[in-house]
């Protein structure tokens, strides 16, 4: 196997791995698949979190990870996708880090690395194995890694720094509250 045939194998991994929890996670906020929230529930979780308004950041928090997730999966507008949802886990990471670093406490080791893993995919690039590439990369041009991760590190710095700060330890344990706590 040749090397440019093992890096684009292994970005598609990469890519449809990390994209499919990131879209997964969405779908619990969004939709209550896979045992989450709903939109509901995600609402109730991001208010006793702090994000304000409770229900536009649920669903903001939703569409980004199910959105980014689908879009790395496919390896369309990939650093669009890889940027927002390394902003979305910047909220996420904000929730968790009062347990510490560990997920086991309820650290942000799991937010933290998701975040850099699509991060990481948005400034590689998808490989030849993707959407991008068949659309001779339209939506994947060097001007957006740039525009994208700056976008995406003011929109988290504004959310983060909005974040009323909620409980000082979050209730990872509380069904409803993970469900809703990934960003």
Known sequence: MT???RRDAGL???RVGTGAVLAAHGTQKLFGWFGGGG???TARGMEAMGFHPPKQSALAAGLTEAGAGA???LGLA???AGAAAAGNMAGAVSVHAPAGFFAQSGGYEYPLFL???AGAIGVLGPGRWSLDHVTGHRFDRPWTVAAAFLASAAAAAAVV???AGGPAEAEVDDAETVAGEDG
Do not use: H, M, S
């Open 39 to 41: 939109l509901e529930g």
């Open 71 to 73: 879009l790395l999966a």
């Open 3 to 5: 090397t440019l045939l």
């Open 12 to 14: 598609l991994a990469l």
């Open 78 to 80: 990939t650093p669009a």
């Open 161 to 163: 720094g909005r974040r």
């Open 115 to 117: 975040g850099f893993a």
